[in-house]
C-alpha cells in the first residue's frame, strides 16, 4: 500500500483560497430552493461566508443552538420553562396596548395577565424597571400609569416612551426568539434568533457544555481563540455544503488557522491577515499602497522577499512548489571543494 | 539562470543630505523648453537628467534615450515645506517631544525600561515591524527634563501645526525636530541612522529623471509633458516667485501665502488625492496624476505593472469542440503553430536530424539560430546554407510547435488551478484551438463564443513541470473536494444506461462496432442465443483483477473481476461532481494515465451506443396524461384550500402564533411554506407516473440533463416567485398589481403561478415571473464583484503558506500556521484514494 501524504512545498494556501473562491463565484446564481419551515432565518451563502471570513463582531443573524440538561430533555413542558427564561421580554411583550400623552408626559400600559403570567413577571418588577429608567410609575388595577421625571421637548419624550416600551424586563438581553424544536431521536433543543452565550450558560437546565453559537467573537471572547478556530471552520463547511458545494475540511481548517494565528480572530482583509504580512511589497500591493511604503519608510523596514507576491513583483522564482526546492550546496562552493578533493589526492 | 539576485529591499526616508549627493543637477528655471524646441538648462527636463528623444545624448552619462538610465536632480526649495504623507507622522512626534527641549515626554526611569523592552525586541533577531504603526507615546503635560508646561498641540489636516492658537511654520518644525536627539528617537522605535525626524519636513525636493516622466510629441508636432513635470514646473514657478519676494522684502503676509501655495503644490505633487486639498487639474479639468495616483489601485504601479506580468510565445482565440482529440491533447490551428516557437538544443547525438529540420523551407522549420557565443540569427532562404554549415552541438535552434510538444492552455477567468492545464500540441487545419469535451469542465469552458490561451514553456525545466504536474491526467480529482472533474456527461450517460441496463442484449455486428469504438477487438463471451449482453460489453473495458460493490440510487453496483455483474452504470459512479466511486477506485489502483485513458474508452463506447440505439427528446414527452393533469389540479386547489383554511384562522384569531413570531408573520410563514412546497409534492408526484420512456424524465433521472423541476415547470405550473425571498407584496396600494382587489388573499394575487411554459401564463402571472426573474437578475449581478474581492482578499492572505519538510503549514516568514497540514498531513485526493 502506498504511503500518502502531502508534498512539501505544496501551495496550501492557495489551493484552500481556490477551494473558496471557485464555488463562491457560482454561489446565488444557482438559488433555487425553496425556504424552509424553520422560523429562525439564517444568513446563507456567500453574504455568510463574507461575515466569517471578516470576523464581524455583529453577524446578522447569530443564532444559538442550546442542548437541554440530562433528564429534561425528552420533557417538552419543562423545555418550554426553560425557552422561557431565555426568550428576552420588553415591556411591549406585556402589554395589551399604550395610551400616551406626549405634552403632560404621561403614559399609560395596559398590562397583559396572560402573558404576565406566561412570563412569571409582576407588575412591581417591571415598575421597578421603568423607574431605574428614569420615571415615575404607579399602578392601577391592571394599568401601569408613567410620568417622565424631566421636562423634556414633545420628540425627546416621545423618544423615552418608546425605550421604555423598549425595555428588557426578563430573560436574556440580545436573545429576540427562542424556539423549541425536536430532534431526530426525541430530545428537545433550543434554537435562538439572537445569542449570549453567558447569559445562557447560567440557567438552569441546559446542557452546558453544548451550547453553541454561530458568532464567531463571542465565541472567542467566551471560550479562546482554539473554539474559535473551530467554529470558522466549522461555519464555513456548513455554509458551503448548504449552498450545495462539497469543499474538503482542511481546506477550511487552514484558513480558520489562518485567521486565528494571531491569538484572536482576525479578518482576512487590510485590517487582518492580508494587512499584517511580513513583506512590505505584498501589503502594498495589495491594498492600501501608499500608507505601507510611508510606514516602512519612517520605520526602515526591510523586505526580505521571501513571500509569493514580492517575488513576483521583482521577478523572481516563488518560494512555493517546485521553487521550495534549493541547492543545499552552492554552486561555487561545490568548485572549491572539488578542487580541495583534488588537493588532497 | 539569475546572475544576481535581490535577497532584500530596505525602505528609508531620503535626507536632505542624501538628496544633494543624488543629484546631478540642481534646478532653477521653471520651464521646459526654449523658443529653438531645446531643453534648457536647469530647466525640469534639464538634459543632465537623462534624455527621452532619440539624438540626443545623456549629458551626466553620454547615453542615448536607449542606454541612459535617467539621473535625479533636485530643487533647493526657498522655504521648506511638510511632506504631506509624513504630516500625521510629524504630529505623532510632536506630541511625543516637548515643545521647549524637545525632548521624548518620558521620565528617565521610563526611559530606561523602554530601552530595555526595545533591546530585547532586537535581541530576539531581526528586527521586524511587520507594518508597524505610529503610536503616541503616553505624555505628561510637563515636561519631565526642563520642567516646561506643554502647550496644546493641534494639527490641521494636512500639512498645518499649532501650538496653542500659533501656527508652527516649516522652518520651526525643522527647527523642533531636528533638535530631538537621536536616542529618543531610537524610542519612538525608528533607526536614527536612517531616519531623522527633520527629514519629514522638505528642504531639498528631489526630482525624477526624465524617463520616468517623458514628454509626447503629439501628430501636430505640439510638445505634451507629463502632469509630473507640469506640477514641477509650478513648485519651481512658485519657490522663484517667493524667493524673489523674500529678496525684495515683500510684506510677511505676501510671503505667507506664497509660502502656502508652494505647501500646496508639494503635497499635490506627492499626492493629488490628499483629503482637505482641492484637486489640482490639467489645462483640460482632467485631475492631475501624480506620484501617489501612479502607485496606487489596480491600474498602479504595483498592480498593472509589477504584478502583472506580460509574456511572449503566447496564442489566443475561439475554442470549438473536438471528439477525435485526445483528453490530454489540444488543436492547435497551423497558422498559430507556424509562429510559436520552441528552442531545439544542437547536441553531437542529435545534429542529423537537427540539421535535417534546418534545411527545410516549409512547416515544421526552424526561425532562429542561436550561436554558441548567443547571438540569435533569423533564419532565410538566403542564409541557410550558410548556417547549415555552421550548425554545431551547442547551438540552439528556435523550431516551429509540432506535434506533441507541451503547452499550457488556460481560460479566464483562471479561478482555481485547473483553469491551466499542460496539454501535447496536435497541429490542425482551421483557425481555432480544440480540445476534448471531457476536458471541458476544469476550464468551466463551452463552445458559445469563448476564447482561450495558449502559452509554450520555453525552458526544458518548464516543460517537464507542466508534463509532469500539470498534465489533464492528473487533475481528474479536484483538489477541492476529490470528485472528478473530468467525467461522463450528458450522452455518454444515456449511452451507458442503455448499454449497462438490464436484459440488454445486442447483436454480433453492433457488439463488433461498439466495441471497435473503444479500440477492442475482442468478442465477449456470448450469452443466450448468440446475443452479447450489454454488461458483458462494458465489462470488456474494465481490468480482469478489478472489483466494486457500491451503492447507488438505482441500486447496488457489483464488480467482480473486471466482470459488471450487477447495477446500471449512472452518473453517481462516474459523473463530474459526483462520488464516482467507479472512476475514483480505477484511478487509485491503476493511476492517472490509465484512468484517462479508461475515460475515454468509456467515452467513447458510450457514445457508441447512444449512436446505434438513438436517443431524442420531443414535444410528445412534455404532454401530459389527463390523470397527471387532474393531480396538478389537485395539488393546486389542495394548496389553496389549505392556504383558505389558515386565512380564516388567522381572521377568527384561532392561528397559534410561531414562537417569537407575531400573528401576522406566522401567516404569512405557514401560507409561503404551503404554497412553496406545491412544486416539491408535483415533482414526487411525476417521478411516481413517469415511465423511462419519457425521455426528457430519464434524462432528468440518470442525471445526464435538466432535473425534475424543469419539467414540473414546463408541464404543470410554474409555482411561487419570488423577490427578495418573499412573495410579492408591494406596488399599488394594498395590492401587487391593479387588477388584483385591495388587500386580496388570493395566492395569485403574491405570485403564486398556476400555468406552466408550455401552457403559457397569463398576463398578471407573466408580471410576477417577470419580476422574480428581474430580482435574480440582479442579485447575480452583485455576486460576481463581491465574491471576486472576498477571492482576492483571500488569495492575498493565504498565497505564502507551504508545507515544509515536516508537513508543517507556515507563512512566508516562516510563522507556523498549522503543526500538521490539515491535521493529517494529507491532500484531499489521498485522503479519498484511502478511503476507496
Known sequence: ?345 | MQAESIDGIKFMVVSPAEIKRISVAKLIIPDTYNEDGYPIDGGVIDQRLGVVDPGFRCKTCGGSAKTCPGHFGHIELIRPVVHPEFAKAVYLILQSTCDKCHRLLVSDEQMEKMRSEIAAEFEEGEQNSRGQTQKKIKTANKCPHCGAKQRKLKFERPTMFYLDQDRIKPDELTDWLSKIPDEDVRLLGMDPKSFRPEWLVLTNLLVPPVNVRPSITLETGERSEDDLTHKLVEIMRINKKLEQDIDAGTPQIIIDDLWELLQYHVTTYFNNETPGVPVARHRTSRPLKTLAQRLKGKEGRLRYNLSGKRVNFSARTVIVADGSLNVDQVGVPRKIAEVLTIPAYVTQWNIDSMKALLSRAEYPMVLNVITKEGIRKRVTDVNRQELLGELAPGYIMDRQLQDNDIVLFNRQPTLHRVSIMAHRVKVLPGRVLRLHVAATNPYNADFDGDDMNLHVPQSLEAQAEAKVLMAPSKQILSPRDGTPLMAMEEDELVGLYYLTGEDIYFNKEDTASILSASQIFEMPDAGKNGMYSGKSIFSMLLPKDFNLEVKSPEGLVVIKSGDLVKGIISSDLIGTFKNSMLLVKIYKDYGPDFATDFLLKISKMSLAVAYLLGFTISLGDYHNPESVNKEKEKIISDAKAKVREMIKNYKSNKLEALPGNTKRETLEVLVGVALRETRSIASKMLQKTLTDKNHVNLMAKIGARGNILNFVQTTLFLGQQDVRGKRPSRGYSGRVLPLFKKGSNDPAAHGFVTSSFIEGMKLPEYYMHGMGSRDSAVSKQLVVPTSGYMYRRVLNAMQDFYVDTNLRVRDASGALIQTIYGGDGKDTMDELLEKA
Open chain 1, 1 to 345: 500500500m502506498k504511503e500518502f501524504s502531502i508534498q512539501s512545498g505544496e501551495a496550501v494556501g492557495v489551493v484552500a483560497a481556490e477551494s473558496i473562491g471557485e464555488p463562491s463565484t457560482q454561489m446565488l446564481l444557482r438559488v433555487f430552493h425553496s425556504a424552509g419551515i424553520s422560523s429562525a432565518v439564517v444568513t446563507t451563502g456567500l453574504p455568510r461566508i463574507l461575515e466569517i471570513i471578516d470576523a464581524r463582531k455583529n453577524p446578522k443573524s447569530p443564532i444559538m443552538h442550546i442542548n437541554m440538561a440530562k433528564g429534561i430533555e425528552k420533557n417538552y413542558e419543562k423545555v418550554r420553562e426553560v425557552r422561557k427564561k431565555i426568550e428576552e421580554v420588553k415591556v411591549s411583550g406585556l402589554i395589551k396596548g399604550f395610551t400616551e400623552n406626549l405634552k403632560s408626559g404621561l403614559m399609560e400600559l395596559e398590562l397583559d395577565r396572560e402573558k404576565m403570567a406566561q412570563h412569571e413577571i409582576n407588575a412591581r418588577s417591571v415598575m421597578s424597571k421603568i423607574e431605574a429608567f428614569g420615571a415615575d410609575t404607579e399602578l392601577e388595577g391592571d394599568t401601569i400609569k408613567i410620568k417622565i421625571k424631566k421636562k423634556e421637548n414633545l420628540k425627546a419624550t416621545r423618544i423615552s416612551f418608546v425605550n421604555i416600551r423598549g425595555l428588557p424586563v426578563g430573560g436574556i438581553p440580545g436573545i429576540d426568539k427562542a424556539i423549541v424544536e425536536q430532534a431526530e431521536d426525541g430530545a428537545f433543543f433550543i434554537t435562538t434568533v439572537g445569542s449570549n452565550i453567558k447569559g445562557v450558560l447560567d440557567i438552569e437546565g441546559v446542557d452546558k457544555e453544548k451550547a453553541y453559537s454561530n458568532n464567531i467573537v463571542e465565541i472567542m471572547n467566551m471560550y479562546g481563540v482554539e473554539a474559535a478556530r473551530n467554529t470558522i471552520a466549522r461555519e464555513l463547511y456548513s455554509t458551503i455544503t448548504a449552498e450545495g458545494f462539497t469543499t474538503n475540511f482542511r481546506h477550511l481548517s487552514l484558513i480558520a488557522d489562518a485567521m486565528c494565528f494571531y491569538g484572536a480572530v482576525k479578518g482576512v482583509g487590510r485590517h487582518g491577515i492580508a494587512g499584517l504580512k511580513e513583506s512590505v511589497f505584498a501589503r502594498a500591493a495589495f491594498e492600501e499602497t501608499v500608507k505601507h511604503f510611508v510606514n516602512a519608510a519612517i520605520f526602515s523596514e526591510r523586505d526580505n522577499l521571501r513571500g509569493v507576491a514580492e517575488n513576483i513583483l521583482i521577478g523572481k522564482q516563488v518560494p512555493v512548489g517546485t521553487g521550495f526546492v534549493k541547492l543545499a550546496v552552492k554552486k561555487d562552493d561545490l568548485k572549491k571543494i572539488k578542487s580541495k578533493d583534488k588537493a588532497n589526492k
